[in-house]
Nanobody, 125 residues
Framework: QVLLVESGGGLAQAGDSLRLSCAAS????????MGWFRQTPGKEREFVST????????YYADYVKGRFTISRDNAKNTVYLQMNSLKPEDTAVYYC??????????????????WGQGTQVTVSS
């Protein structure tokens, strides 16, 4: 079992930066693919970014590419999402997720086995 706890959300103005953190419990963190998703009321959870177990492979949704950076520190069992140049449309609850190896696409929420409780990010114009 893996427990994920996000932090770092809050209020920001357009153009500001925030860094989200996700601390994971358990000794298997370094073997897991990690991802960030976000969700707004009435919409499905959407993919933001993912990083492989070693941190040398990352992937981003087009709408955050060039603005957000995912990284991980396996020694600290933590994954980060650095969010720069925030836009009002980035407002959402952001979820951290962990995935064991599997065949599904890394951008699909159902691929991920463990989820955090979410942290709210609100960006005003």
């Amino acid at each position: 079992q893996v427990l994920l706890v996000e932090s770092g959300g809050g209020l920001a103005q357009a153009g500001d930066s925030l860094r989200l953190s996700c601390a994971a419990s358990g000794r298997t963190f370094s073997s897991l693919r990690m991802g960030w998703f976000r969700q707004t009321p009435g919409k499905e959870r959407e993919f933001v970014s993912t990083i492989n177990w070693s941190g040398d492979s990352t992937y981003y949704a087009d709408y955050v590419k060039g603005r957000f950076t995912i990284s991980r520190d396996n020694a600290k069992n933590t994954v980060y999402l650095q969010m720069n140049s925030l836009k009002p449309e980035d407002t959402a609850v952001y979820y951290c997720a962990a995935s064991r190896p599997g065949p599904q696409s890394v951008v699909v929420a159902s691929r991920y086995n463990y989820w955090g409780q979410g942290t709210q990010v609100t960006v005003s114009s």
